[in-house]
């Protein structure tokens, strides 16, 4: 008897343990999240400049919503030119958008290794929809996010559109 309560007595104390780390683990995905700041900047965006999204492994892609099932259309590339209070929008096509605001954003990692890198963040409002370009410092290279919204029309990157997020909306996405 002796032999199956000392069995017993370290299960709980294994089971204890595995318990009080797992919620350990919950905490640090919620500080990570918590510790990315977002802080509003002078406007960055150069005029005449080209911001170009290619990536022969990151594919970016269209998302038509005039059908349902929306459609999903894979582009060489998506590009955004400012010119004075225009952005010119290149995907399957090209249209040229009137801002009528923008605000643009800097998001800090705040020394964690889970968090985003040092991202510029311009979020354009226009006439028929919403532009949003991410100047990102990446570890490797420099890069830019395009994420365009206009009409019944969708266009971005699938893996790095989260750049194009500020941290609350990335809280608000999975809180879901």
């Not at 900047?41 to 990151?58: A, V």
């Not at 399957?92 to 510029?120: M, V």
Request: aromatic fraction near 10%; charged fraction near 25%.
């Amino acid at each position: 008897m002796k032999k199956n309560s000392w069995i017993i007595f370290l299960l709980l104390l294994c089971l204890m343990g595995c318990t009080l780390q797992s919620n350990k683990q919950n905490e640090n995905q919620e500080d990570v999240v918590e510790k990315d700041t977002a802080y509003m900047i002078k406007p960055f965006l150069r005029d005449g400049i080209t911001y170009i999204c290619k990536d022969p492994i990151i594919k970016s892609y269209l998302i038509d919503y005039n059908y349902s099932p929306p459609q999903k259309y894979e582009l060489n590339q998506i590009t955004a030119k400012i010119q004075g209070n225009r952005v010119i929008v290149g995907t399957d096509c090209y249209t040229t958008h009137i801002i009528k605001s923008g605000t643009f954003w800097k998001i800090e990692k705040q020394g964690n290794s889970c968090s985003f890198p040092q991202t510029n963040l311009a979020i354009l409002e226009t006439d028929i929809g919403e532009v949003r370009i991410a100047e990102v410092d990446g570890i490797l290279e420099d890069f830019c996010v395009l994420e365009i919204k206009y009409g019944n029309y969708e266009a971005s990157t699938v893996y790095p559109s989260n750049y194009c997020k500020l941290p609350q909306e990335r809280i608000s996405q999975y809180a879901r």
